[in-house]
Nanobody, 116 residues
Framework: QVRLVESGGGLVQPGGSLRLSCAASGFVFSAYTMKWYRQAPGKERELVAF????????TYADSVKGRFTISRDNAKNTVYLQMNSLKPEDTAVYYCNAVSIYGSGWGQGTQVTVSS
């Protein structure tokens, strides 16, 4: 059973940084592609970034390219999202998603608010 727990969200000023973590359990983490999504109020959930099972390939949404970095530690069963140069439009609930041919799952989300 895929279990994902996000942490690291909070309130930050524009231009600031946050690092989100997603701790995984209940499945073979190293076999799953890991993704970060976000959903702002009144908007659809959008893909922010994803990283392949080995960590060898990463992809970013154009809106975060150059500011966000996704990484994973397969020994710790954790995926990270380093967010720099945050903007008010980055305000959203951020969700972790695990996906593979074996199944998929979602975390409960963590709130990120960028405001002065």
């Amino acid at each position: 059973q895929v279990r994902l727990v996000e942490s690291g969200g909070g309130l930050v000023q524009p231009g600031g940084s946050l690092r989100l973590s997603c701790a995984a359990s209940g499945f073979v983490f190293s076999a799953y592609t890991m993704k970060w999504y976000r959903q702002a109020p009144g908007k659809e959930r959008e893909l922010v970034a994803f990283i392949t099972s080995s960590g060898g390939s990463v992809t970013y949404a154009d809106s975060v390219k150059g500011r966000f970095t996704i990484s994973r530690d397969n020994a710790k069963n954790t995926v990270y999202l380093q967010m720099n140069s945050l903007k008010p439009e980055d305000t959203a609930v951020y969700y972790c998603n695990a996906v593979s041919i074996y199944g998929s799952g979602w975390g409960q989300g963590t709130q990120v608010t960028v405001s002065s």
